[in-house]
T-cell receptor, first 113, second 112 residues
Framework: NAGVTQTPKFRILKIGQSMTLQCTQDMNHNYMYWYRQDPGMGLKLIYYSVGAGITDKGEVPNGYNVSRSTTEDFPLRLELAAPSQTSVYFC????????????FGDGTRLSIL | RKEVEQDPGPFNVPEGATVAFNCTYSNSASQSFFWYRQDCRKEPKLLMSVYSSGNEDGRFTAQLNRASQYISLLIRDSKLSDSATYLCVVNMGYAGANNLFFGTGTRLTVIP
């Protein structure tokens, strides 16, 4: 039972490089989310999507882009990596927004040097 | 005021102890509530939803107090494996999908 799968698990980037964090879910959930978590801090929402073709900004969207071409996939793109983007990134999905909990992938640890 | 506030701890308790965490939320119209568990360097995992009537799952009991706008988590007979950070999560009921707010977590260490 895969659930939410994120790749890669770890990555080191140089300042100014770009990369895409992949996220896929097999639960047929319409809602998907990207969070970042800095050490000792709570989760902060970067972007979210309510269905294929629909995305919207969260609390901290600057420096990131997303797309949602299918229900299953929700990649997060970093165009010009900066040290402030060093963090752990979690993708999540949910069946709804009411009493439906979110299910998380196991995270991508990203370091920008 | 933050949307969701938790005592960060750490709570260090001996095995077998009972420990309780509280979490306050800012919006009286909040609709649903959850407790998540996050182990060190791992993803958050749903521990339990919190219902208006309160609910229990084995050694874990969750309560909701709408009048005072807080939820609680009680852990009885603590085990070493309960050591983790416990996240309070609240659906604030805003329009749209951007309505789930996470607390920063309460860290629990159970000591042998």
């Amino acid at each position: 039972n895969a659930g939410v799968t994120q790749t890669p698990k770890f990555r080191i980037l140089k300042i100014g490089q770009s990369m895409t964090l992949q996220c896929t879910q097999d639960m047929n959930h319409n809602y998907m989310y990207w969070y970042r978590q800095d050490p000792g801090m709570g989760l902060k929402l970067i972007y979210y999507s309510v269905g294929a073709g629909i995305t919207d900004k969260g609390e901290v969207p600057n420096g990131y882009n997303v797309s949602r071409s299918t229900t299953e996939d929700f990649p997060l793109r970093l165009e010009l990596a900066a040290p402030s983007q060093t963090s752990v990134y979690f993708c999540a999905s949910s069946a709804g927004t009411g009493d439906q909990p979110q299910h998380f992938g196991d995270g991508t640890r990203l370091s920008i040097l | 005021r933050k949307e969701v506030e938790q005592d960060p701890g750490p709570f260090n308790v001996p095995e077998g102890a009972t420990v309780a965490f509280n979490c306050t939320y800012s919006n009286s119209a909040s609709q649903s509530f959850f407790w998540y568990r996050q182990d060190c360097r791992k993803e958050p995992k749903l521990l339990m939803s919190v219902y208006s009537s309160g609910n229990e799952d084995g050694r874990f009991t969750a309560q909701l107090n709408r009048a005072s706008q807080y939820i609680s988590l009680l852990i009885r007979d603590s085990k070493l494996s309960d050591s983790a950070t416990y996240l309070c999560v609240v659906n604030m009921g805003y329009a749209g999908a951007n309505n789930l707010f996470f607390g920063t977590g309460t860290r629990l260490t159970v000591i042998p």
